[in-house]
């Protein structure tokens, strides 16, 4: 494959793989992260044929490239994940390199969405040291850092993580789970919003965090539940069964994997953002391009395209307690 540079309007990367002698060289195969098993069965067959560059464009806080790639399952522990997947050093550059002002667009909706988030984890940590990993433009950290938490943030992302520091102060790195070291003290509370799906090895990441917590410390999570009813209505056009996403849980499998890490899930209930009515038109023009378009367009006549609304999209929180070192 001829070397070749990615770009996107709202996500800006640069990528050189003229080492790739063909398409194929581009993607590896995977064993189950969960239970290490190669038996898998074809949940939706897909292609290592799609449109690179805008796949590999996609790797961004906002990506919205529909999946083309396959999904497996399992068949031992029933982990959906994706099969083969592009290379690790080309999603994370891609990550690294992204600039994304369409997330940043919502941030009011977000830092709504986060302030009920973190009612719910303060049912169980009224305060205290907490990493947000994967924490975008800081908006979690900041509604944190207003309640008298300490902060602290890793963000592969320098464009994100430049705003979040530059805007809120919530002392956020620029880099990776495996690139940044271990934080001085333990902490009381880890959070992933939306992350754990993206990450190549989440049993890994999770067992990081486990590390990274004090005895009686929590994590937090929320992912797409591909379990779910709406999900499992939608099938193959889940609207999140994006390029992004690395991994699909199920509340049985994510509980397994928590459990792994020496986790015990203390509370799972269904997860609800607020984003602006135009933004989630953008959103589902993916999946239904002109009804999308249309309804867009008559929000923005009404000046309803800015206006906040709380949404439910088969998504899951889930909050688990360290029960024992790994």
């Given at each position: 494959?001829?070397?070749?540079?990615?770009?996107?309007?709202?996500?800006?990367?640069?990528?050189?793989y003229s080492s790739a002698t063909d398409s194929k060289s581009l993607w590896e195969?995977?064993?189950?992260?969960?239970?290490?098993?190669?038996?898998?069965?074809?949940?939706?067959?897909?292609?290592?044929?799609?449109?690179?560059?805008?796949?590999?464009?996609?790797?961004?806080?906002?990506?919205?490239?529909?999946?083309?790639?396959?999904?497996?399952?399992?068949?031992?522990?029933?982990?959906?994940?994706?099969?083969?997947?592009?290379?690790?050093?080309?999603?994370?550059?891609?990550?690294?390199?992204?600039?994304?002002?369409?997330?940043?667009?919502?941030?009011?909706?977000?830092?709504?969405?986060?302030?009920?988030?973190?009612?719910?984890?303060?049912?169980?940590?009224?305060?205290?040291?907490?990493?947000?990993?994967?924490?975008?433009?800081?908006?979690?950290?900041?509604?944190?850092?207003?309640?008298?938490?300490?902060?602290?943030?890793?963000?592969?992302?320098?464009?994100?993580?430049?705003?979040?520091?530059?805007?809120?102060?919530?002392?956020?790195?620029?880099?990776?789970?495996?690139?940044?070291?271990?934080?001085?003290?333990?902490?009381?509370?880890?959070?992933?919003?939306?992350?754990?799906?993206?990450?190549?090895?989440?049993?890994?990441?999770?067992?990081?965090?486990?590390?990274?917590?004090?005895?009686?410390?929590?994590?937090?999570?929320?992912?797409?539940?591909?379990?779910?009813?709406?999900?499992?209505?939608?099938?193959?056009?889940?609207?999140?069964?994006?390029?992004?996403?690395?991994?699909?849980?199920?509340?049985?499998?994510?509980?397994?994997?928590?459990?792994?890490?020496?986790?015990?899930?203390?509370?799972?209930?269904?997860?609800?953002?607020?984003?602006?009515?135009?933004?989630?038109?953008?959103?589902?023009?993916?999946?239904?391009?002109?009804?999308?378009?249309?309804?867009?367009?008559?929000?923005?006549?009404?000046?309803?395209?800015?206006?906040?609304?709380?949404?439910?999209?088969?998504?899951?929180?889930?909050?688990?307690?360290?029960?024992?070192?790994?």
């Amino acid at each position: 494959m001829q070397a070749q540079a990615a770009r996107a309007t709202n996500n800006v990367v640069s990528l050189d793989y003229s080492s790739a002698t063909d398409s194929k060289s581009l993607w590896e195969e995977v064993s189950c992260n969960l239970c290490g098993s190669k038996s898998r069965k074809v949940k939706y067959q897909g292609t290592t044929d799609p449109d690179t560059e805008k796949l590999l464009s996609s790797y961004s806080a906002s990506g919205n490239f529909v999946s083309k790639e396959t999904l497996v399952e399992c068949v031992d522990c029933g982990l959906i994940y994706t099969s083969p997947r592009l290379r690790r050093d080309l999603i994370l550059k891609s990550y690294t390199e992204a600039e994304d002002p369409t997330y940043v667009s919502q941030a009011d909706g977000r830092i709504k969405s986060f302030e009920r988030c973190l009612d719910a984890v303060e049912e169980f940590k009224k305060g205290g040291s907490i990493l947000d990993i994967g924490a975008a433009a800081g908006f979690f950290l900041k509604v944190a850092k207003e309640r008298g938490w300490k902060t602290y943030g890793i963000e592969p992302s320098k464009y994100l993580s430049d705003y979040g520091n530059k805007n809120y102060g919530v002392n956020i790195t620029c880099g990776t789970l495996d690139s940044v070291p271990a934080p001085a003290e333990k902490l009381d509370c880890i959070t992933l919003w939306d992350v754990l799906e993206h990450t190549f090895d989440p049993k890994e990441v999770l067992r990081t965090c486990n590390s990274y917590l004090k005895e009686d410390g929590i994590v937090v999570i929320n992912y797409p539940n591909i379990g779910n009813l709406m999900a499992k209505m939608a099938g193959r056009n889940y609207w999140f069964i994006l390029s992004v996403h690395l991994y699909y849980f199920v509340p049985k499998t994510i509980k397994a994997m928590l459990e792994t890490a020496g986790f015990e899930v203390v509370s799972s209930k269904p997860h609800f953002q607020w984003l602006q009515l135009g933004y989630l038109t953008y959103r589902l023009e993916a999946y239904l391009p002109k009804p999308a378009k249309m309804m867009g367009k008559l929000f923005k006549s009404l000046s309803l395209d800015q206006t906040l609304i709380p949404y439910f999209a088969a998504q899951t929180r889930v909050i688990a307690r360290k029960v024992r070192s790994v």
